[in-house]
Each structure stands twice: as structure tokens, then as C-alpha cells.
């Protein structure tokens, strides 16, 4: 019997996992380890973030899934990775530390043969000052990235409507927090549902809302933006972009790294290396991601960090990451298959797996700061990475280590993201976007490096329909219920 | 050499917003291109997309005769807004009231390909903005006012869906299926409102029209949404968000429908 172990149960590590255990069935072990104890459909939380949703539509206890699908649960973060095993075995195994109400902080070791890391990222608010610390969220914004942090948003948010409502003008800042996040999509979708929502509160004339983020052009979104088709004409995501925040009266600010944050202030630096300030009343920045810090130990107990992870903290895969210059990127960069190019046995998906670098234009600003999205590797490809990965791994366990591997680049791959401008039955919006390939491929497609007839959007209330459907569909395919494998990631 | 400009009718291409990666002569040789051009038409500047070309390029003959080579150029930042009366080459003898930046800062890459920063505004911040959206693909049409707009299309000739790209239309024979499923709603409603001004002896009749009404519009929604599927395939650029779009409309009037039949049935 083998054992495959999957470090993180959110989209991605989940998806493995759950294909894992049900390809493999019982005559196999899989073992999940996450921190969490609930499932958390993070694209929701932007609904919980303006109290349209509460932390309980948009995550549910992991356990009863994972005992339904014979899965065996630990709640405990994974602390570091034993490749070689160690002087008394030759097993591989994961450190790991409960995080479990009651054995919190106990130490426990898993062998495994093969792991899969699929942890997520950090939320390393402690990347800007005054963003968060070391123990995350700072005191002076709000964040979307957790249902908790969502709640939190939402009661500050709440706030600020009363105080509008007693007559007392107020000033949203949203964005992102760093120069070298990414997620500028989530955070696209809470400033347009934050303006919806005052909208419907009747507050709208008494807030100034602005947008800052560290994109070169708006409608970038970290994947160096994509046609959109919007006031009937198919345009690029820039002029899509422009045009809806002027319509929404939405000021912005761009090509900025935010390096600072006070309260009720942030400093940032711009890309023509200019420095400014902008004051707020709420403010929702997004932090940048970084790995979880899991260290990697040979069987001597060296400590073997730098050759699984990147320096980012992201674990290296069977990516190019010596392509160099923006000129020399080629689609071949971005990783097939995810597996660990010194152990074998060892496998990362979604935000987990080091990229071979951005997609977006790299950039700098004068003074050396580099200002550019990082890729996004989150929703549609993190599942589908994570199916494939399972799908390579439960091959090898039981056709054998010269199984073909499965593959699932996103130079070759398509993805569609429905991003939330206001929710409503009637009233709600949402841009619907495809895009072909998600990692430009220039060779096959010269010009934008995209296939355009692959690579679209359209914004309206259907959109918004399919969201709201999306959001139930996915958290029915999450908790195993029936049909669940026929749903696509 | 000279090159043609794209003017309409001509609809330009869906390629633009390339970034320019490799500094090299097809580069220097369009930045040429373009500066010929601008000479032979007397124009103030150019982008690359308006010569055909999918990079990021844009050429500004100076008061002084020289040019500004603009490459992979960004807007950065703004203030103020004015509103400016503009022509475009794109649209030849036309004008059009565009709300603009008075004031902003772009980054461009010289043919060195080292960054560099420029502030403009006035007459010059509008220039930039106007070709830095031809680069992203757009003509001025985009950034008009709704009203400013359909007062511009009723100069075009052939209307504004040309300007879309070669392939993707937004009017579609299927709008034929919405228009007479929304004029079956509100039939629907109509006679769901007539029903409480009379008679119960009429109600029973009244009830029979309602429900032919929602297998009528029933049946159109079905039609739409197997003709719309039909139809999509045939604008291959179309395809993919307009799924969505379509499953979307179509739950939307069969819920509208299921409504309103429910609501009907109770009452009538």
C-alpha cells in the first residue's frame, strides 16, 4: 500500500486529493494535511466582504468530507520535508504540527511516497510596514483573502456606511498592498462591489473611491491583460478597465508600490519613481504571496531549502528558471507536469509551485524598485493542475515509476474567471473572461501571444447569474456530493 | 515607407497591446515607417496599431520637427479632467466631445530600450491619451459619453459594429428571440394585472391564454438558446464568453416565466 500525502485542502491541494482517493481507492493511503479545519471557496469571500455572504456560505467543516471519501485528515501545518528520510530510515516523511483545538503545537512526522505540496501561499503582509507583522493583518486595513479577514472587512465596512449615513464623508483605498502581489482581479472585484453596495445604501455621493494597485496598465490583472468586449466593442482590458471606472466615478492609481502604511494613509513609489501619498478612512490592500517557509533536510539533517525552493519560498518544479530576460521568455518556461526536478516523489500545484517567472512586463522604477504583478496561479488552473498532478501521482503507484506523467501547462491551458462588479438578482454584474493560453505562448501566437478567438469577455447581469451558480456548483463538487467528479475544475 | 492608415470603415485588427521585446531593426524600421507617414499626411502622430502593426509603438512629431519614440509607453498617473473637442485619423473630417486627463505621466522604453518618464498636459496629455488607446486596441468611439456616442454613430455610414473586430458582431439574430420572449412577459403581466379587474366566469379563459402565453415564450427561450448556440459558432471570437451569456439570458426568462406562470396560476 502506498501512501500519498497532500500538504494543503484548498483548490488545488483539495482537487488532488479528492481525484487521489477516488481513482485509488481503498487499496491506497491518502493523507491531507492542512491547518484549517474548514473548506473555503475564496472567491466568494469578496460577497462576504460587503455582507452579502456570511463565513458559513462560503466554507464548510473538512472532516465529514474527507471520512466520507476515505481520506485520512490531519489538522496541522507541515513544518518541513525529509526527502531522504534520515539517518535511522530511508522513508521520506513531512514534520508536521497540529493545529488542532486540544493538540495544538504537537510535533508529529508522516512518511510518505509520494507528497504533493499544495499549500497556498503565505499572506505576507509583513512585506510592507504597517501592512501586518509576522502574525498577519495589520490594524490599519482590511483584507479578503481569508472568510474571517472578509467578516472583519465587512464590519468595518458597515461602519464606515453609518458614519456616511450620519453625514460624515468618507475615502476608500483598494488595491494591492505591495509591488509584487497579485490577485489584482479580487481586489478589482471588491472595490466594484464595495461601490454597488453604497450604491444600494444610498451613501454612494458620500464616498470617494480609489483604486491603487501595482499593475503597469489598468486591466493588467497579472496577466498582462486580455480583450474584453464591453459598450459593444472588443477592445483590450485596459480601455474595458478605464471605461468602467470612469463610469463608476472610481479614480486610480497605477504602476504603484505601496511601501508604507499608517493609519489612515499609505505611501507609495510609482513607476517613473515619483513618490506620493494617499489618505483613506478603509482601506482593502491585498498582500503580497510568498511560500509557507517549509524547509526542506537531507538525510544528513543538512538543511536542503535552497535546492527544493526557490528563493520566494515557492517549491521548484520542472520549470526553465534560468529564461532570463523578457525578451528570451518562452511558453516552454512554465512547468508541465510539477514535479520536483531533484526528488522524483515529490510534486507542487497552484500557488505552491515556484514560477519560472512573471507573465506580465517585468518592470522597475528608477530607483531599482520592481514594480509588476506576480503570475496568478490561483481558481480554474490551481484545480486543474491539482487533477492532473493526482492523476501522474496515482499512475505512478499503480502502473509503476516509467508511467507517463500527466501535464497540464499553463501555456497550454485556457482559463475563465467570472469577476464580480455588484451582486443582485436583477442588479448584480459581473465581467465573464476567457483567456487562451494563460501564459502567453509568442511562438504559436505572434502579436499578443494569445489565441483571439479563445480569449474574451463580456461583463452583464448573466455574468453575475453565473458567478452566484458557480459559487454553489464548486462548493457541491467540494463536499463530494453527487456527480462531483463530472464538474469541471 | 509610407504606410496606409486603417480608416473606417475598415475595422482594425484584435491584435494590439503587443509589448515590444526584442529592440531590433523590424522595430526601428516600423518606428521608421511611421515617421514617413505622419510627414505624407501632415499629422501630428501616430500609433503603431494604425498602420497595421500589433506593437506597442507610438511616434510624436515635435514643434520642432523631430520625433518622440514612444515604446511599450504607459499611463501611470492623471489629474484633472477636461473635456476636448478631437479628430482622429481613424475617423477622417469627424469630431467627437471626449472627457481626458488634462495632466498625466507616462513610462515608455526608448529604442535603447532604457525607461524613461514624461509628463504632458494640455493639448499633448490628450495626444498621448488618444494613441495610447489605438495601442490598446480602441478608437476614441470607446471613451465618448453614451449620448455623445449615439450622436457620433448616426455620422457612420455603416454604424459603429464595423469597428469591432473582423469577426465578432454585437447584434445577432438571436436578439429576435429576447425581443419576442420579453414581449411575451409582459403580456404575461398584462393579463396577470387585466385579471384582477375581472369577472371570475372570465378567469377560467384567462388562465388557458396565460399558460399558452408561457409555453409560447417557453418554447422561444428553448429556440434562443439552441439558435444562439448555432449562431455563436459561427463568430469563433464569440464563443467561449457568450456561452456563458447565453445560458445566462436563458435562465434568466425561464425564471421570469416560471414566475410569473406561478404567480398566475394562484391568482387568476
Avoid at chain 1, 518592470?363 to 509588476?372: D, E, F, R
Avoid at chain 2, 488618444?130 to 480602441?138: E, M, P, S, T, V
Amino acid at each position: 500500500m502506498a501512501r500519498l500525502v497532500v500538504l494543503g485542502g484548498g483548490v488545488s491541494g483539495h482537487t488532488a486529493a479528492t481525484f487521489a482517493a477516488e481513482w485509488l481507492g481503498s487499496a491506497h493511503e491518502v493523507v491531507v494535511v492542512t491547518p484549517n479545519a474548514k473548506w473555503n471557496w475564496i472567491p466568494s469571500n469578496i460577497w462576504v466582504g460587503v455582507g452579502q455572504m456570511t463565513k458559513e456560505d462560503v466554507t464548510f467543516d473538512l472532516a465529514p468530507v474527507y471520512a466520507k471519501a476515505g481520506i485520512k485528515y490531519h489538522q496541522a501545518k507541515a513544518l518541513g520535508i525529509h526527502p531522504e528520510g534520515n539517518e535511522t530510515s530511508d522513508k521520506p516523511y513531512v514534520v508536521i504540527e497540529s493545529t488542532e483545538a486540544g493538540k495544538a503545537g504537537q510535533i508529529e512526522n508522516i512518511e510518505y511516497d509520494y507528497l504533493i505540496n499544495a499549500t497556498g501561499p503565505k499572506l505576507n503582509f509583513a512585506a510592507t510596514p504597517g501592512l501586518g507583522d509576522a502574525n498577519g493583518l495589520g490594524e490599519f486595513t482590511v483584507s479578503v483573502c481569508t472568510a474571517d479577514h472578509a467578516t472583519h472587512a465587512n464590519e468595518e465596512l458597515q461602519k464606515a456606511i453609518e458614519k456616511m449615513k450620519k453625514g460624515e464623508r468618507q475615502k476608500f483605498l483598494i488595491g494591492t498592498g505591495h509591488g509584487m502581489c497579485t490577485c489584482q482581479g479580487a481586489a478589482f472585484e471588491y472595490i466594484f462591489n464595495i461601490e454597488h453596495e453604497l450604491k444600494k445604501a444610498g451613501v454612494r455621493d458620500m464616498a470617494e473611491i480609489k483604486w491603487i494597485s501595482n499593475e503597469s496598465f489598468l486591466g493588467d490583472f497579472g496577466v498582462g491583460g486580455l480583450h474584453m468586449k464591453a459598450m459593444g466593442f472588443a477592445v483590450s482590458s485596459k480601455i474595458f478597465a478605464e471605461s468602467l471606472f470612469a463610469e463608476r466615478d472610481v479614480d486610480w492609481i497605477i504602476g504603484a508600490h505601496v511601501n508604507k502604511v499608517e493609519k489612515g494613509k499609505v505611501h507609495y513609489e510609482l513607476l517613473d519613481g515619483s513618490m506620493g501619498e494617499e489618505e483613506f478612512d478603509f482601506s482593502m490592500l491585498i498582500p503580497p504571496f510568498a511560500g509557507v517557509g517549509l524547509k526542506a533536510i537531507n538525510k544528513a539533517g543538512e538543511d536542503i531549502t535552497a535546492t527544493v525552493f526557490a528563493p520566494n519560498g515557492f517549491m521548484k518544479v520542472d520549470a526553465n528558471y534560468a529564461a532570463g530576460a523578457y525578451e528570451n521568455w518562452k511558453a516552454s518556461d512554465w512547468p508541465k507536469t510539477y514535479q520536483n526536478p531533484t526528488y522524483k516523489n515529490l510534486f507542487a500545484c497552484g500557488i505552491a509551485f515556484a514560477p519560472p517567472h512573471p507573465i506580465s512586463k517585468p518592470m522597475s522604477s528608477p530607483n531599482g524598485t520592481p514594480i509588476n504583478p506576480t503570475p496568478p496561479r490561483t481558481g480554474m488552473p490551481s484545480g486543474i493542475m491539482g487533477k492532473a498532478v493526482a492523476h501522474s501521482v496515482c499512475d505512478l503507484i499503480t502502473k509503476g515509476p516509467d508511467a507517463p506523467l500527466h501535464e497540464a501547462s499553463m501555456a497550454h491551458m485556457g482559463a475563465a474567471c467570472v469577476a464580480s462588479a455588484g451582486k443582485g438578482l436583477f442588479t448584480g454584474t459581473a465581467a465573464a473572461m476567457t483567456i487562451y493560453p494563460v501564459v502567453p505562448d509568442f511562438e504559436k501566437y505572434p502579436g499578443t501571444g494569445r489565441d483571439t478567438d479563445y480569449t474574451f469577455g463580456e461583463i452583464g447581469l448573466a455574468g453575475h447569474w453565473i458567478k452566484h451558480i458557480l459559487h454553489h456548483l464548486f462548493i457541491w463538487k467540494a463536499k463530494l456530493k453527487a456527480g462531483w467528479t463530472l464538474i469541471p475544475e | 515607407m509610407v504606410q496606409e492608415i486603417i480608416k473606417y470603415p475598415t475595422p482594425p485588427s484584435v491584435e494590439y497591446g503587443t509589448d515590444v521585446r526584442n529592440f531590433n531593426e523590424d522595430i526601428f524600421s516600423l518606428i521608421e515607417d511611421l515617421k514617413d507617414t505622419i510627414n505624407a499626411n501632415n499629422l501630428e502622430a501616430l500609433a503603431a496599431f494604425q498602420i497595421g502593426s500589433y506593437f506597442n509603438v507610438v511616434v510624436i512629431k515635435e514643434e520642432d520637427g523631430t520625433f518622440l519614440e514612444l515604446i511599450n509607453p504607459r499611463l501611470i498617473s492623471t489629474k484633472d479632467k477636461i473635456t476636448t473637442i478631437e479628430t482622429t485619423a481613424y475617423f477622417p473630417n469627424r469630431s467627437a466631445e471626449i472627457q481626458r486627463h488634462d495632466a498625466i505621466s507616462i513610462i515608455y522604453q526608448d529604442r535603447d530600450a532604457t525607461q524613461c518618464s514624461l509628463k504632458a498636459s494640455g493639448a499633448r496629455s490628450v495626444l498621448i491619451q488618444r494613441k495610447l488607446d489605438y495601442n490598446f486596441g480602441a478608437t476614441f468611439l470607446s471613451k465618448l459619453s453614451k449620448q455623445e456616442k449615439a450622436k457620433f454613430e448616426k455620422q457612420l455610414e455603416f454604424g459603429s459594429d464595423i469597428v469591432i473586430s473582423e469577426s465578432c458582431p454585437t447584434t445577432f439574430k438571436r436578439d429576435y428571440f429576447v425581443k419576442a420572449s420579453n414581449i411575451l412577459l409582459i403580456a404575461m403581466v398584462l393579463l396577470l394585472g387585466a385579471s384582477f379587474f375581472v369577472s371570475d366566469a372570465i378567469h377560467s379563459g384567462m388562465w388557458n391564454i396565460q399558460l399558452t402565453l408561457s409555453l409560447v415564450a417557453l418554447v422561444t427561450n428553448i429556440g434562443y438558446f439552441f439558435y444562439a448556440h448555432y449562431e455563436a459558432k459561427l463568430y469563433t471570437s464569440c464563443v467561449s464568453c457568450q456561452s456563458g451569456n447565453i445560458i445566462g439570458t436563458t435562465l434568466i426568462a425561464l425564471v421570469k416565466i416560471v414566475v410569473i406562470t406561478i404567480v398566475s396560476y394562484f391568482l387568476i
